[in-house]
């Protein structure tokens, strides 16, 4: 709705935290701001007298009120939200479904969204360069398999990078619009002017079997010059900086930025260290070079917190813990992006690498799950669930026929973090009728997670082994190689900063596999539910992405 001085407010699903007898409490997200801005996300506690009609399945809620209203990076705005939510309110109360908020309630008791999830916090390798470069990341030891129509080349399949071996053992590289040789697949690599005709039949033969990342920097025009490579067969990310190091004061406090540095990066003359924000993540080195540990958010000089909001690196202030922007982040990581789908119209058919499937067990759950599968499909309670484009299916064998699911075991949503099929469980079913299901996913499905810290950071940090099956990689998301960064500019967002310096590849997003490279958009304003495009399959889609 709009409110009278013409900001713009919209209120997402409730939540029901507590419910007692015939009172219950819980909170709905929040979002204020100008109509052709990025919101700002708050929170608002409410509380209602709740009567219930079991044989109508009805319940009528009276005595609404708005507890509390937290709006933590413009706290001015909360006493008058607060006001405009509880004029809105009808005075003789609500009729609702009893199912609607059953289920309500059993999703807050369920929902990984709200609660910290115990990443894996371990430094990745970080590569520092004052040149420009780009990183190839390599899934594990190479894996090469035979070019169909190109005799004698080999293509490594682990990797979204086109890299191809020549029977005389060469390796060959294409990144940044510029051919790359080496003796081995981690380099040294040195530009290849005039790359031979059989190496360009080779490409393109390897393109027709599986379309490669160009590995191109923002805007997609290779740069004149051959940027270095830098290749990682481990987690690793990549820290640039325009030639040698340039360091700024940061207003009010004793910090000094790293000004060019595709990364957020600090030295505090307190300690004389540096500070690196990864992936949400903070390390520490004694040079830019390391070696890095991780520092835990609590540990973190307290200059950090007092980084100005207009100060160009304010984007990390999301990952100082306790400061309002963490606090906004960890309300808008809560808000599920949902829709509804049709039970008809919805199809799934799903492959398996080899032709049957290799189920393995998720440890610490009773489950199982195809790990040669493009798609997570998981075995519960005597059935199969696959996801798709944050759609969930079941069939009763692995094989199909696959229908669209209206219930989700729960075992499932207790699938650990160093499980890689961990991201499913931010994918629910909200409700359903006989006709179509409705399904929401919190950004936790796209690999942002709320950490103990009490911030949000991309990735869990496990790195998951992949699997390979003849020439067939199922890979799983790395939480590092992207540049992953608070995005303040656009609201809540893990945006992604391939930068001028090509410091790493468009992003390999959301529902890993099988999945478009998004290219550098955020969490923000990605709405997975887009992938099913005019088919009908999907009649609305509503929730967190901006206005």
Known sequence: FEAPDGAKVELYQPQIDTWTADRISGRMAVAVGAAKGSPTYGVADFSARAEVNKPAGLVHLSDIRVDRVQVPTAPQEADKLRSLLQARLPAKGVVTRLDALQLSYTLSQ????????????????????????????IDGEPALAEVPGAAGWRRVVNTRALMLANSAGRYFLQAAGHWYEAGGASGPWTDLAQPPAALLSAADAARRKAAPDPLMPHGGQPPRRAPAIAVST???ELLVTVGQPELRPVPGTSLLSVANADHAVFMNPGDNRYYLLVSGRWFRGASLDGPWSFVPGKQLPRDFARIPPQDPQSGVLASVPGTPQAREALIASTIPQTATVSRSDAKLQVEYAGGSPTLRPIQGTALYYAANSQLPVIQAEGRYYALSRAVWFVADSPLGPWRVADHVPAPIYAI???????????????GSTPQSVVFGYTPGYMGVVVSPDGTVVYGTGYAYPPVIVQDVWVGYPPSYGYDAAFDMAAGFAFGFVAGETWGGAAPYWGPYWGAPYWGGVNVNRVDVYGAWGGSGVVTHAAGWNGW
């Open 234 to 236: 481990s987690p690793a």
């Open 416 to 430: 650990p973090a160093s499980s890689p099929l961990h991201y499913v469980t931010y994918v629910q079913v909200y």
């Open 110 to 137: 369920n929902n990984p969204a709200t609660k910290a999830v115990p990443v894996d916090n371990a430094p990745p390798r970080i590569v520092y360069r004052s040149v420009p470069t780009v990183l190839v990341l």
